[in-house]
């Protein structure tokens, strides 16, 4: 049988999957994760989500063809469907941070204690951010992946309390160390000067305020950039 290999922004996530995990995946897609990490013993047990059918169909075709056995896939949205005692380690990984923010707005159990949440935002880090700092969270670890060329943050978070900078809301809450730190940031200021730019264009009083808001953004940004210099080129 053919081995399953993930991609490095899934391997990081399995990394930080406690031994032993009752597992939830929500938003499963294709499953790699959750079967990867029965086949390597790794999890007591695994729950596959989706939304929709297709990404369902295609979980349990994985299971099928890599001869993992015992997860439980089910239909449904977000965490509506899965009780606070099947798992202890939520996956939501591979969709936008403000949808990220609403599954778990959905579900404020998983800010009881009892749950370590593993979350990989594809875009609008920032928001998923400032939600968990706002929401009775807080992340303890995060670290960047590059995957196919993007880079990409994972986030381990649980309940707490955490204040973020506006640089930490958009660079990373802590990612002061990590050795793509500096890229991420980068590509977020250069994104940023091109919207900051094309708001510049405009003669709408309200695009302007805008401009001045992400401007505000650029220079926390920029401090948050020599910081990380600071930290990592002696």
Known sequence: MKQL???????????????????????????????WLTLHGRVASAIASDLRKGPLERARATGRTY????????????????????ADTIVIAGMGGENIAAILAAAPWTADGRHTLLLQPQTRAEELRRFLMDHGYAITR????????????VMEAGS???????????????????????????????????????????????????????????????????????????
């Open 5 to 35: 290999e993930l991609s490095p922004r899934l391997a990081l996530i399995a990394g930080w999957v406690p031994p032993g995990a009752k597992l939830a995946d929500v938003g499963t897609d294709h499953a790699y994760l959750p079967v």
């Open 67 to 86: 001869g993992a056995e015992g997860i439980d896939f089910r239909l449904g949205d977000g965490l509506a469907f899965i009780r606070p005692d099947e």
């Open 142 to 153: 995060e670290a960047l992946a590059c995957d196919r060329g993007t880079i990409y943050p």
């Open 160 to 234: 707490g309390e955490m204040t973020l900078s506006l640089g930490q809301l958009w660079g990373g809450a802590k990612l002061l160390r990590d050795p793509l730190g500096d890229r991420y940031i980068i590509e977020k200021i250069i994104r940023l000067q091109g919207a900051v730019a094309g708001l510049n264009r405009s003669a709408e009083p309200a695009d302007r305020q805008k401009a001045d808001g992400l401007r505000d953004i650029l220079t926390a940004l920029l401090a948050m950039r020599e910081e990380w210099r600071h930290a990592n080129c002696p």
